[in-house]
């Protein structure tokens, strides 16, 4: 990765971040200790070294693996404070965060652990890490549609702490259409929607989460760049695209970084945002892939500041104009080093 960490204090905020792909080995067996949680891994080092992934699906499986350890409220708060205190020391001053509930209810583990948990550590951010927060409720692609809107309903009494929802999960075979009923019903309780596709889907689950879903940013997307039409009602309707360039990588979206669409996907003139995805899993947090992509793509200063600028805009800070405001004069001011 990159000799050095030229981009990290360059503000930024992060849009396509799983707080689960934020538990680094060594967390995951603190709370696998507290909580007498065996793992099939002797060590850290041993765990590390699972985490060469053929596809999404191999990384799922790990994923959801790991996530045995989340037992309590408080391992969720550690597990957001971890993150958050990671993100700021990378330039990240706000995050909207996702969480996949149905993977923890599924374990016994209830909604109101996963969210309350969280939140106490959100709620305190902006005093303790200097970042502003949004949770961002994702629905997994893979489980019914049914089971989706069983979902949303057990997060009704905690709607206060949830912003949106997302959709995520293994993608191909499973169309956004599948979850129109849901994201119908989360318009109508005022939520953002937003949705994986075209990561590992073709272009066509793009359209229809736009079109069926109504979503307002999509995540990854990458795939557009196989659909010119796509492209060109992209960039009319300014629809962002939360990419993710180390996890494109390590789930093998694309052959190498240097192989990475993006430059060409911003020349398109595309609102591209650069996220990390599941950072303990893919090897850097934003900042990590701001550095990445600077030195592999050799993106210019202008790019790179027009890349935090969009994070700003696109993200769901509507309900505090001012502070994106202020945030987007930060980037205005930067300086690069
Ligand atoms: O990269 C991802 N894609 C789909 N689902 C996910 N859940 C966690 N990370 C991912
Ligand atoms: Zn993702």
Redesign the pocket.
């Known amino acids: 990765m990159s000799p050095y960490h030229a981009l990290m204090p360059l503000p930024k905020a992060e849009l ?1 971040l ?1 707080i ?2 934020t538990l680094e080995p060594e967390l995951a067996f603190e709370l696998a200790a507290r909580n007498g949680v065996a793992l099939r891994y002797p060590d850290t080092e041993a765990l590390r070294q699972a985490y060469r992934f053929a596809d ?1 699906q191999s ?2 499986n790990l ?1 959801y693996e790991l996530m045995a350890v989340l037992r309590t409220e408080r391992d969720f708060e550690d597990l957001a404070n971890a993150y958050l205190a990671r993100a700021a020391a990378q330039g990240v001053r706000h995050a909207e965060i ?1 969480f ?1 509930p149905q993977a923890h209810i599924a374990r016994g583990v209830s909604m109101g652990t996963v969210v309350e948990g969280l939140w106490r550590a959100l709620e305190k951010s902006r005093q303790n890490h200097g970042v502003s927060t949004r949770l961002i409720l ?1 629905f ?2 893979d489980e019914s549609a049914d089971s989706a809107l069983t979902t949303l309903e057990a997060a009704r009494p905690h709607l206060d702490r949830i912003t949106g929802i997302g959709l ?4 191909a075979g499973h169309p956004p259409a599948k979850f129109r009923e849901v994201y119908r019903a989360a318009a109508d309780l005022g939520l953002h929607r937003v949705a ?1 596709a075209g ?2 889907g073709p272009p066509a689950y793009i359209t229809e989460a736009l079109d069926v879903l109504g979503v307002e940013r999509i ?2 997307g990458l795939r557009c760049a196989e659909d010119p039409a796509l492209v060109e009602r992209l960039v009319r309707d300014r629809v962002p695209l939360t990419l ?1 360039p180390l ?1 494109n990588v390590r ?1 093998r979206a694309v052959d190498s970084l240097a192989d990475h669409p993006l430059p060409a996907l911003l020349d398109a003139g595309l609102m591209c945002t650069v996220n990390s ?2 950072p303990a ?1 893919f090897g850097g947090y934003a900042g990590d892939n701001f550095d990445a992509v600077r030195d592999t793509l050799g993106l210019g200063e202008d790019r790179l500041r027009e890349l935090a600028r969009n994070s700003f805009l696109a993200s769901f800070l509507e309900d505090d104009e001012e502070l994106r405001a202020a945030y987007l004069a930060e980037v205005e001011a930067y300086v690069f080093p």
């Not at 995520?168 to 993608?171: G, I, L, N, R, V």
């Open positions: 396509h799983h689960e792909g999404l990384f799922l994923y996702f996949d994702c997994l692609r995520d999960s293994a993608e994986h990561e590992e995540d990854h993710c996890s789930l995805d599941d899993y």
